[in-house]
């Protein structure tokens, strides 16, 4: 009787999830098998490409319901702070990788671009100077600049300040070291650095068509999208990190820690700009807050984007649906993930969130001349003839049970790991990308706990000298750790104050 192929490690999807897991676990263990398989031709090519996705490295910068505000005023900063600190732990990521030598250029997918947050009205002003006066007491803040001047507004913003009412009530704040991140050129860098070392295999156009327990592991049925081939791969460990996918592959394994969880597919779309001459009078990405009754992944934004040394303008998301799990997806992706375990938490979620369903439908009913209508809030003077519609990507946001309401619609992502630690998969959105490695990590410690804590310990440290609970409360380790990765990412330029850190 032939015998399966074996491997240590298989991780299905080809996006910034699984390439970054690959590497990292490859620089713990060079001598690790693994093998990364992919339904497309190419990696990066849904939520991870640059055009699916904002391309925010999300810090908590600018993105205002990272920190809400209470009936009484009080502005929570603490996933803020969070989220700020995880971006800095995939900076440590990225940075030893430059440092190497082997993994290229950094500036291939990392630009820096400041964050501003922009709000309209006495509520909004009231909101975001509280917002301000909270955060910039805190280290990873200490640079935000807060102002309610139009003149200074028009120099950090002089694309959206002609055409407006003089008496209009606006304020803004702004970061100067915010980011912009290319992760399809990020991941597919990740890619091409892992397939540079020994047992490490990529391959391209190949389905999972089945998932079943063996020898305290699992085998994989592969399918070859063009021959129709399948062949059976045996590993120790798999990771299901195909973005919308990852959902019918939980399921499928059957284990215990699937049950219950359902998706909630959103689509987006995008108006861009590629008009140099506009372009040119924006340099920033700039976050206002979501309408009143629109769901927090609706907040409006204006953004630069870089994408392979070419700068455009990116206005949006506007929401969509459709019942596809990825953009290549097919239209039975959501009748298809129901079963028993999560019907009862899907049908509380659609029954609690009619005003979400009813703002999808909006949008979707939406015409060009209404989205432009959104974008004159941003930029007054905005002429349709310089703007395109652009599908973004897929985002299965997560259901899960809940003791009181049954169900309920998750914003986020979910790491749910089977307990004897031989699977995982990755569930929901944004921030994702952005704190993909602080995941990843999470990930190691839950599935490898032995191996975290013993052998790969001296390198993990190696790697990350600081996690983020120490960046959250240590200022001085927080500077100096920031400061070498944005000197090592270079989005800063060196000089005799960064050296002494460095």
Same mark, same amino acid.
């Given at each position: 009787?032939?015998?399966?192929?074996? *491997?240590? $490690?298989?991780? $299905?999807?080809?996006?910034?999830?699984?390439?970054?897991? /690959?590497?990292?676990?490859? @620089?713990?263990?060079?001598?690790?098998?693994?093998?990364?398989?992919?339904?497309?031709? #190419?990696? /990066?090519?849904?939520?991870?490409?640059?055009?699916?996705?904002?391309?925010?490295?999300?810090?908590?910068?600018?993105?205002?319901?990272?920190?809400?505000?209470?009936?009484?005023? !009080?502005?929570?900063?603490?996933? !803020? *702070?969070?989220?700020?600190?995880?971006?800095?732990? #995939?900076?440590?990521?990225? #940075?030893?990788?430059?440092?190497?030598?082997?993994?290229?250029?950094?500036?291939?997918?990392?630009?820096?671009?400041?964050?501003?947050?922009?709000? +309209?009205?006495?509520?909004?002003?009231?909101?975001?100077?509280?917002?301000?006066?909270?955060?910039?007491?805190?280290?990873?803040?200490?640079?935000?600049?807060?102002?309610?001047?139009?003149?200074?507004?028009?120099?950090?913003?002089?694309?959206?300040?002609?055409?407006?009412?003089?008496?209009?009530?606006?304020?803004?704040?702004?970061?100067?070291?915010?980011?912009?991140?290319?992760?399809? &050129?990020?991941?597919?860098?990740?890619?091409?650095?892992?397939?540079?070392?020994?047992? &490490?295999?990529?391959?391209?156009?190949?389905?999972?068509?089945?998932?079943?327990?063996? =020898?305290?592991?699992?085998?994989?049925?592969?399918?070859? *999208?063009?021959?129709? =081939?399948?062949?059976? %791969?045996?590993?120790?460990?798999?990771?299901?990190?195909?973005?919308?996918?990852?959902?019918?592959?939980?399921?499928?394994?059957?284990?215990?820690?699937?049950?219950?969880?359902?998706?909630?597919?959103?689509?987006? +779309?995008?108006?861009?700009?590629?008009?140099?001459?506009?372009?040119?009078?924006? +340099? &920033?990405?700039?976050?206002?807050?979501?309408?009143?009754?629109?769901?927090?992944? #609706?907040?409006?934004?204006?953004?630069?984007?870089?994408?392979?040394?070419?700068?455009?303008?990116?206005?949006?998301?506007? /929401?969509?649906?459709?019942?596809?799990?990825?953009?290549?997806?097919?239209?039975?992706?959501?009748?298809?993930?129901?079963?028993?375990?999560?019907?009862?938490?899907?049908?509380? $979620?659609?029954?609690? =969130?009619?005003?979400?369903?009813?703002?999808?439908?909006?949008?979707?009913?939406?015409?060009?001349?209404?989205?432009?209508?959104?974008?004159?809030?941003?930029?007054? @003077? !905005?002429?349709?003839?310089?703007?395109?519609?652009?599908?973004?990507?897929?985002? %299965?946001?997560?259901?899960?049970?809940?003791?009181?309401?049954?169900?309920?619609?998750?914003?986020?992502?979910?790491?749910?790991?089977?307990?004897?630690?031989?699977?995982?998969?990755?569930?929901?959105?944004?921030?994702?990308?952005?704190?993909?490695?602080?995941?990843?990590?999470?990930?190691?410690?839950?599935?490898?706990?032995?191996? !975290?804590?013993?052998?790969?310990?001296?390198?993990?440290?190696?790697?990350?000298?600081?996690?983020?609970?120490?960046?959250?409360?240590?200022?001085?380790?927080?500077?100096?750790?920031?400061?070498?990765?944005?000197?090592?990412?270079?989005? *800063?330029? /060196?000089?005799?104050?960064?050296?002494?850190?460095?």
């Amino acid at each position: 009787m032939a015998h399966n192929e074996a *491997v240590d $490690v298989v991780l $299905v999807g080809a996006g910034i999830m699984s390439a970054t897991l /690959a590497v990292l676990l490859k @620089e713990l263990d060079p001598a690790i098998k693994l093998e990364v398989v992919e339904l497309m031709d #190419s990696g /990066a090519a849904e939520s991870s490409n640059p055009w699916n996705n904002a391309g925010t490295g999300h810090a908590g910068l600018c993105e205002l319901n990272y920190t809400p505000q209470a009936a009484d005023g !009080a502005v929570d900063i603490k996933k !803020a *702070v969070h989220i700020n600190t995880q971006f800095e732990v #995939s900076k440590q990521f990225w #940075s030893y990788l430059t440092k190497k030598g082997t993994f290229g250029s950094c500036k291939s997918f990392i630009s820096p671009v400041p964050h501003l947050s922009f709000v +309209q009205g006495d509520s909004g002003v009231s909101f975001l100077k509280e917002r301000f006066k909270v955060l910039s007491k805190h280290h990873a803040f200490a640079d935000m600049e807060y102002t309610e001047d139009k003149a200074k507004m028009a120099e950090w913003m002089p694309l959206m300040m002609p055409g407006r009412d003089p008496g209009e009530t606006l304020a803004a704040t702004r970061v100067i070291n915010g980011t912009d991140v290319n992760f399809g &050129a990020l991941t597919n860098q990740l890619l091409k650095h892992l397939t540079s070392a020994p047992d &490490a295999q990529v391959k391209y156009c190949k389905r999972v068509t089945g998932l079943k327990r063996s =020898n305290g592991g699992w085998t994989v049925s592969i399918k070859d *999208v063009n021959s129709g =081939n399948t062949r059976e %791969v045996d590993a120790k460990f798999v990771f299901l990190g195909a973005g919308g996918a990852a959902l019918p592959l939980l399921q499928a394994s059957g284990i215990e820690e699937s049950k219950g969880f359902g998706g909630f597919p959103i689509s987006g +779309q995008w108006l861009r700009c590629d008009n140099p001459e506009v372009v040119k009078h924006h +340099q &920033a990405k700039v976050y206002s807050q979501a309408a009143v009754g629109s769901p927090p992944m #609706s907040v409006p934004h204006l953004d630069t984007r870089v994408v392979e040394g070419k700068k455009s303008l990116l206005f949006g998301p506007y /929401a969509g649906f459709t019942t596809k799990f990825l953009k290549h997806g097919s239209f039975m992706d959501l009748p298809m993930s129901v079963r028993a375990g999560n019907i009862g938490p899907m049908l509380s $979620v659609a029954k609690n =969130n009619m005003d979400l369903t009813k703002y999808l439908v909006s949008e979707v009913m939406q015409s060009m001349e209404q989205r432009l209508e959104s974008l004159r809030r941003f930029y007054p @003077e !905005a002429k349709a003839e310089d703007w395109r519609l652009e599908v973004a990507g897929q985002r %299965v946001q997560i259901i899960k049970k809940d003791p009181k309401k049954g169900g309920v619609l998750q914003f986020g992502t979910e790491l749910v790991a089977a307990k004897d630690g031989s699977l995982a998969a990755l569930l929901g959105a944004s921030p994702g990308a952005s704190v993909t490695v602080s995941i990843m990590l999470e990930l190691i410690e839950k599935c490898f706990p032995g191996k !975290a804590k013993g052998e790969w310990a001296t390198k993990l440290a190696e790697i990350f000298p600081a996690r983020e609970k120490v960046l959250e409360t240590d200022a001085a380790l927080y500077r100096k750790i920031n400061t070498q990765n944005n000197v090592a990412l270079e989005l *800063v330029e /060196a000089s005799s104050e960064t050296e002494s850190y460095a």
